[in-house]
C-alpha cells in the first residue's frame, strides 16, 4: 500500500513539475525591429495583470459591443457600451460609478431622449463629450453625467451634398475646438467650436490615381464615375490628443502596397498614424528605421499565418512623449517615442492573461495599459514593468535635460537588452550635449543613426578647422599645383607625340587619354587615325576602373553607407566587365551591318578610353564622402553623377567618331546596341539553362546506368 502512495506521489510531482512552465509560459513576446527590418526579442515593457469584465465593474447588465475606452486626469476609466446605448463612468479600480444613458435625459428642447450606439468619448476638465454616431450628434454632460448640451451636425457648403454625418471619434484641444472623425466624411478632421458651428476640415488623406484610371474615368458614364470612388481621400478612424495640442490620427483604409512603402520611404502621405497640427499640417517625427506604421515584417515567421499590412485602429498617448497604435489584424501594441523610434512591440491572439480575440480600443492609465477586447466584452489591464519603468525614467531625464541621469538609464537599459537601438542614440544624444563629440559618434554608429551622427561630426569637424585652419590652405594649394603641374607635363607629352612619328610609348598611350578627355573629336580621330591609344593602355585603363568602383565600395564614408555593405575586386570587375564587353560585341555586331567603319579592336580601345573621367572623378567624391555632413551628400554625389555622364558622352561621341557616323544615326545605333545588349544577355542566359539541363540529364543517365549495372 505504501509503495502504491509513493508511486502516485512522483506521478502528481511529475506532472506539477512539467505543468509549471506550461501555466507560466509567456502570452507574447516583446521585440523591436533592427535597421535590416529582422526582429530583436526585448525584455516585457508591459505584462499582464487582470481582466475586468462586467462582473468585475459591478454592471447590472453585461456590456456588449465596446467602441471606445477613455481615462481622465483623476484616472478614472470611461467605457463605451454601444449595443446598450451607454456610456459607463469607472473609478481608477475599474468599479462602477455611474452609466451615462442608463436612465433617458432630457435634452435642451425639454424632450426625453436617449444615446443610440455612441461609438467615442472625450472628457476634459469639466465636460464629458459622447460621440452618439447614430443619432449623427454630439452629446456632452458634466463630470457627474447629467446632461448639458447637444452639439449637432455641423452644416456647411464644404459637405458633399447627401454626405452623411456619422461621428465616431472625437478629441478637444485646450481651447476648446472639437476635432471629429466621421465615419462617412473623407475630406478630412472636421474642426469645429463646442457650439456646433463648422471651422474646416484639417488632414485630408493624399489621393493617388495612376494614369490608367485616369485615362479610363475619360469615357466612363456620370453613374460609373459616381461608382468607383478611386480618387476620394481615405477616412480615419480614430483620433486623440495631447497636452501640447497634437493630433493624432489613423486610417485602415490605405492600399496595403502603399502603406508598406511608406515604411521604407518614412513618407507621410499614406502612412496609417499621422500627427497634426492645429493648422492640419502633418508633423510627425520619422527618425526611426521604420516609419511607424505596425508590423514591419508583414509576411515572415513573426506574424504566425497572418499577412498583409497592420489594420491601424486607434492610438493612445502615453507618458514622456510616448504613444502606442494597435493592430487589428494581429492584436498587438505598437509603442514608439516622439521622434519615432520603435520602443517595443508585443501581442497575440489566443486565451491566456494578455491575448485578446478582437483588440479594439488602447488608453493609457498611468503606468499602466488598458487593452480592449471588443470580441470578449472585457479589457485588460497591463502593468509596466522595471524594464519599462527605467525606459520611461530614461525618456523624461532626456527631455528635462538631466543628461547624466538619463546616460545612467540607458546603459541600465543596455545591460538588459544590448540590441536596443534607442538607447545607443540616447547615450549618444547625452554625449553630444555634453560636447564630447567622438564618443557620440560611436553610439550613433552602433545605431545607425545617420541625422545625429552628422550633427556631431559636424562639430568635430569644426573642431579639426579651427586646430589645422593654416594647414588646410597649404594642403589645398600644393593638390591643386601638383595637378595643373601634372596636366602641363600631360599637354607637353602629347604635343610631342602629336608632332613626332613612329611608334608611341606606353607612357605616351596613356597620357593621350588626358587630351582624348578635353577633346573628344579630334582625340578620338587620333586614337583611330594616328594609332595614338592601344590595347595594353586601355586594359589598363579598364583595370584603374575596377579598381576605382572597389575603393568606392570599400572607402566611403559612413554618412553615406551606414549599413557599412561591402564588396570583393571579383565581384566589382564582373559587374564593369560584364555591361563593357556586352557593349563592345554589340556595337561591334551591329556596326559590321550598318556601314560602320570601326573594327573590335577600335570599339574596345575607345570605349575603354572614354571612362577615363570615371577614376578622376569618383576617387575624388569617395575621399570626400569621409569628411562630408548629411547637408553635403547631394555634391558628393554630384561629383560621381558628373563622372558617368561625361564617361557616357565620351563614349557616344567616340562611337560617332569611330565609325564616321552622323549625329542621328550614332544616336539610333547606340540606342540599338541597349538592346542588342539585352537580347545577348537573355541568349546567354538562356544558353547557360539549357547547357546545364543538358548536363543534369546526361548524369542522370549515367547514374541510372551504374544503377542498372
Same mark, same amino acid.
Given at each position: 500500500?505504501?509503495k502504491i502512495? %509513493?508511486?502516485?506521489?512522483?506521478?502528481?510531482? #511529475?506532472?506539477?513539475?512539467?505543468?509549471?512552465?506550461?501555466?507560466?509560459?509567456?502570452?507574447?513576446q516583446?521585440?523591436t525591429?533592427?535597421i535590416?527590418g529582422?526582429? =530583436?526579442?526585448?525584455p516585457?515593457a508591459?505584462?499582464p495583470?487582470?481582466?475586468?469584465n462586467?462582473a468585475?465593474?459591478g454592471l447590472?447588465?453585461?456590456?456588449d459591443?465596446p467602441?471606445?475606452l /477613455?481615462?481622465d486626469?483623476d484616472?478614472?476609466?470611461?467605457?463605451?457600451?454601444?449595443?446598450?446605448?451607454m456610456?459607463?463612468?469607472?473609478?481608477?479600480?475599474?468599479?462602477?460609478? /455611474?452609466?451615462?444613458?442608463a436612465?433617458? !435625459? +432630457?435634452?435642451?428642447q425639454g424632450?426625453?431622449?436617449?444615446l443610440?450606439?455612441?461609438?467615442?468619448?472625450f472628457?476634459?476638465?469639466d465636460?464629458?463629450?459622447?460621440?452618439d454616431?447614430?443619432?449623427?450628434? $454630439?452629446?456632452? !454632460?458634466d463630470?457627474?453625467?447629467n446632461?448639458?448640451k447637444?452639439i449637432?451636425?455641423?452644416?456647411s457648403d464644404l459637405?458633399?451634398?447627401?454626405a452623411?454625418?456619422?461621428?465616431? #471619434?472625437?478629441?478637444?484641444?485646450?481651447y476648446?475646438?472639437?476635432?471629429?472623425?466621421?465615419?462617412?466624411?473623407?475630406?478630412?478632421i472636421?474642426?469645429?467650436?463646442?457650439?456646433?458651428?463648422f471651422?474646416?476640415?484639417?488632414?485630408?488623406?493624399?489621393?493617388y490615381?495612376n *494614369?490608367?484610371?485616369?485615362?479610363?474615368? %475619360?469615357?466612363?458614364?456620370?453613374?460609373q464615375?459616381?461608382?468607383?470612388?478611386?480618387y476620394?481621400?481615405?477616412?480615419?478612424?480614430?483620433?486623440t490628443?495631447?497636452?501640447e495640442?497634437?493630433?493624432?490620427?489613423?486610417?485602415?483604409? +490605405?492600399?496595403?502596397?502603399?502603406?508598406?512603402?511608406?515604411?521604407?520611404?518614412?513618407a507621410?502621405?499614406y502612412a496609417?498614424?499621422?500627427?497634426?497640427n492645429?493648422?492640419?499640417?502633418? $508633423?510627425?517625427r %520619422?527618425?526611426?528605421f521604420?516609419?511607424?506604421?505596425?508590423?514591419?515584417?508583414v509576411?515572415?515567421?513573426?506574424?504566425?499565418?497572418?499577412?498583409?499590412?497592420? %489594420?491601424?485602429i486607434?492610438?493612445? @498617448?502615453?507618458?514622456e512623449g510616448?504613444?502606442?497604435i494597435i493592430?487589428?489584424?494581429?492584436?498587438k501594441?505598437?509603442?514608439?517615442?516622439f521622434?519615432?523610434?520603435?520602443?517595443?512591440?508585443?501581442?497575440?491572439?489566443?486565451?491566456q492573461?494578455?491575448?485578446?480575440?478582437?483588440?479594439e480600443?488602447?488608453v493609457?492609465?498611468?503606468?499602466t495599459?488598458? =487593452?480592449?477586447?471588443?470580441? #470578449?466584452?472585457?479589457?485588460? @489591464?497591463?502593468?509596466?514593468?522595471?524594464?519599462?519603468?527605467?525606459?520611461?525614467?530614461?525618456l523624461?531625464?532626456?527631455?528635462?535635460?538631466?543628461?547624466e541621469?538619463?546616460v545612467?538609464?540607458?546603459?541600465e537599459?543596455?545591460?538588459?537588452?544590448s540590441?536596443?537601438?534607442?538607447?545607443?542614440i540616447?547615450?549618444?544624444?547625452?554625449?553630444?550635449r555634453?560636447?564630447?563629440?567622438?564618443?557620440?559618434?560611436e553610439y550613433?554608429?552602433?545605431a545607425?543613426? @545617420?541625422a545625429n551622427?552628422?550633427?556631431?561630426?559636424?562639430?568635430?569637424?569644426?573642431g579639426?578647422?579651427?586646430?589645422?585652419?593654416?594647414l588646410?590652405?597649404?594642403?589645398a594649394?600644393?593638390?591643386?599645383?601638383a595637378?595643373?603641374?601634372?596636366l602641363?607635363?600631360?599637354?607637353?607629352?602629347?604635343l610631342?607625340a602629336?608632332t613626332k612619328g613612329?611608334?608611341?610609348t606606353?607612357?605616351e598611350e596613356?597620357l593621350?587619354?588626358f587630351?582624348?578627355?578635353?577633346?573628344?573629336?579630334?582625340g578620338?580621330?587620333?586614337l583611330?587615325?594616328?594609332?595614338?591609344g592601344?590595347?595594353?593602355?586601355?586594359?589598363?585603363?579598364l583595370?584603374?576602373?575596377?579598381?576605382?568602383?572597389?575603393?568606392? #565600395? $570599400?572607402g566611403t564614408?559612413?554618412?553615406?553607407?551606414?549599413?557599412?555593405?561591402?564588396?570583393?575586386v !571579383?565581384a566589382?570587375?564582373?559587374?564593369?566587365?560584364?555591361?563593357?564587353?556586352?557593349w563592345?560585341?554589340?556595337?561591334?555586331?551591329?556596326?559590321?551591318? !550598318?556601314d560602320?567603319?570601326?573594327s573590335?579592336?577600335?570599339? /574596345?580601345i575607345?570605349?575603354s578610353y572614354?571612362l577615363?573621367?570615371?577614376?578622376?572623378l569618383?576617387?575624388p567624391?569617395?575621399?570626400a564622402?569621409?569628411f562630408?555632413?548629411?547637408?553635403?551628400?547631394?555634391? @558628393?554625389?554630384?561629383?560621381?553623377d558628373?563622372a558617368? +555622364?561625361?564617361?557616357?558622352?565620351?563614349?557616344f561621341?567616340?562611337?560617332?567618331?569611330t565609325?564616321d557616323?552622323?549625329?542621328?544615326?550614332?544616336?539610333?545605333?547606340?540606342?540599338?546596341?541597349?538592346?542588342?545588349m539585352v537580347?545577348i544577355?537573355f541568349?546567354?542566359?538562356?544558353?547557360s539553362?539549357?547547357l546545364g539541363?543538358?548536363?543534369?540529364?546526361?548524369?542522370?543517365?549515367i *547514374?541510372? $546506368?551504374n544503377?542498372?549495372l
Amino acid at each position: 500500500m505504501n509503495k502504491i502512495v %509513493r508511486v502516485i506521489a512522483l506521478v502528481f510531482a #511529475a506532472i506539477m513539475l512539467f505543468a509549471v512552465p506550461v501555466s507560466a509560459a509567456k502570452p507574447y513576446q516583446t521585440y523591436t525591429y533592427s535597421i535590416d527590418g529582422m526582429p =530583436l526579442n526585448s525584455p516585457d515593457a508591459y505584462t499582464p495583470v487582470m481582466t475586468v469584465n462586467s462582473a468585475y465593474m459591478g454592471l447590472a447588465k453585461a456590456f456588449d459591443d465596446p467602441r471606445d475606452l /477613455f481615462v481622465d486626469k483623476d484616472l478614472n476609466v470611461y467605457l463605451v457600451d454601444a449595443k446598450n446605448n451607454m456610456v459607463h463612468v469607472l473609478d481608477r479600480y475599474y468599479k462602477l460609478k /455611474f452609466s451615462i444613458g442608463a436612465k433617458k !435625459f +432630457i435634452n435642451d428642447q425639454g424632450v426625453p431622449d436617449e444615446l443610440t450606439a455612441p461609438s467615442g468619448v472625450f472628457v476634459n476638465d469639466d465636460t464629458i463629450f459622447v460621440a452618439d454616431t447614430d443619432a449623427n450628434r $454630439i452629446v456632452t !454632460f458634466d463630470l457627474e453625467g447629467n446632461f448639458k448640451k447637444i452639439i449637432p451636425q455641423p452644416e456647411s457648403d464644404l459637405f458633399a451634398e447627401g454626405a452623411v454625418y456619422k461621428p465616431v #471619434a472625437l478629441a478637444v484641444d485646450q481651447y476648446g475646438r472639437l476635432y471629429v472623425v466621421s465615419s462617412t466624411t473623407y475630406q478630412g478632421i472636421i474642426v469645429m467650436t463646442e457650439e456646433g458651428e463648422f471651422t474646416g476640415f484639417i488632414g485630408a488623406q493624399k489621393v493617388y490615381a495612376n *494614369i490608367l484610371d485616369i485615362i479610363w474615368r %475619360r469615357f466612363q458614364t456620370k453613374a460609373q464615375r459616381e461608382l468607383t470612388q478611386s480618387y476620394i481621400p481615405t477616412e480615419f478612424n480614430n483620433i486623440t490628443i495631447n497636452d501640447e495640442g497634437f493630433i493624432y490620427v489613423t486610417t485602415s483604409s +490605405i492600399e496595403e502596397s502603399k502603406q508598406q512603402s511608406a515604411i521604407r520611404t518614412k513618407a507621410g502621405d499614406y502612412a496609417p498614424v499621422k500627427m497634426l497640427n492645429a493648422a492640419g499640417s502633418e $508633423i510627425m517625427r %520619422r527618425n526611426g528605421f521604420f516609419a511607424p506604421s505596425g508590423e514591419v515584417q508583414v509576411d515572415s515567421s513573426v506574424t504566425a499565418d497572418i499577412r498583409g499590412a497592420s %489594420r491601424i485602429i486607434d492610438v493612445a @498617448v502615453g507618458p514622456e512623449g510616448t504613444w502606442s497604435i494597435i493592430d487589428e489584424k494581429r492584436q498587438k501594441v505598437f509603442t514608439y517615442d516622439f521622434d519615432g523610434n520603435l520602443l517595443f512591440a508585443f501581442g497575440d491572439k489566443g486565451q491566456q492573461l494578455g491575448n485578446l480575440s478582437s483588440i479594439e480600443a488602447v488608453v493609457y492609465q498611468g503606468d499602466t495599459m488598458l =487593452l480592449l477586447d471588443k470580441t #470578449a466584452d472585457n479589457f485588460t @489591464v497591463f502593468k509596466r514593468t522595471e524594464y519599462g519603468d527605467t525606459l520611461i525614467r530614461a525618456l523624461e531625464h532626456q527631455n528635462n535635460r538631466q543628461y547624466e541621469l538619463a546616460v545612467d538609464d540607458w546603459t541600465e537599459i543596455l545591460k538588459r537588452n544590448s540590441n536596443f537601438d534607442t538607447a545607443y542614440i540616447g547615450i549618444g544624444q547625452a554625449l553630444y550635449r555634453d560636447a564630447n563629440y567622438e564618443e557620440a559618434l560611436e553610439y550613433y554608429k552602433s545605431a545607425y543613426d @545617420v541625422a545625429n551622427y552628422s550633427s556631431a561630426y559636424k562639430e568635430l569637424r569644426k573642431g579639426w578647422i579651427e586646430k589645422y585652419i593654416l594647414l588646410i590652405p597649404v594642403i589645398a594649394a600644393v593638390v591643386i599645383t601638383a595637378l595643373v603641374l601634372f596636366l602641363r607635363y600631360a599637354g607637353k607629352i602629347n604635343l610631342r607625340a602629336a608632332t613626332k612619328g613612329g611608334k608611341r610609348t606606353f607612357k605616351e598611350e596613356l597620357l593621350f587619354g588626358f587630351h582624348l578627355m578635353m577633346h573628344p573629336f579630334d582625340g578620338f580621330w587620333d586614337l583611330k587615325h594616328e594609332k595614338r591609344g592601344s590595347v595594353r593602355a586601355a586594359i589598363v585603363y579598364l583595370v584603374v576602373v575596377i579598381l576605382t568602383f572597389f575603393y568606392q #565600395a $570599400i572607402g566611403t564614408g559612413y554618412i553615406m553607407n551606414p549599413r557599412g555593405i561591402y564588396t570583393t575586386v !571579383f565581384a566589382q570587375a564582373i559587374s564593369v566587365l560584364v555591361p563593357f564587353f556586352l557593349w563592345v560585341v554589340a556595337n561591334w555586331c551591329l556596326t559590321t551591318l !550598318f556601314d560602320g567603319e570601326g573594327s573590335l579592336k577600335d570599339i /574596345f580601345i575607345a570605349t575603354s578610353y572614354s571612362l577615363i573621367p570615371l577614376p578622376l572623378l569618383i576617387i575624388p567624391s569617395t575621399i570626400a564622402s569621409n569628411f562630408v555632413t548629411t547637408s553635403e551628400v547631394t555634391l @558628393v554625389n554630384l561629383l560621381a553623377d558628373f563622372a558617368f +555622364i561625361w564617361a557616357i558622352l565620351l563614349i557616344f561621341f567616340g562611337m560617332m567618331v569611330t565609325h564616321d557616323y552622323t549625329l542621328t544615326k550614332n544616336l539610333v545605333i547606340c540606342l540599338c546596341t541597349i538592346v542588342g545588349m539585352v537580347f545577348i544577355m537573355f541568349v546567354g542566359i538562356l544558353f547557360s539553362t539549357l547547357l546545364g539541363k543538358i548536363v543534369s540529364f546526361i548524369s542522370n543517365i549515367i *547514374i541510372e $546506368i551504374n544503377y542498372r549495372l
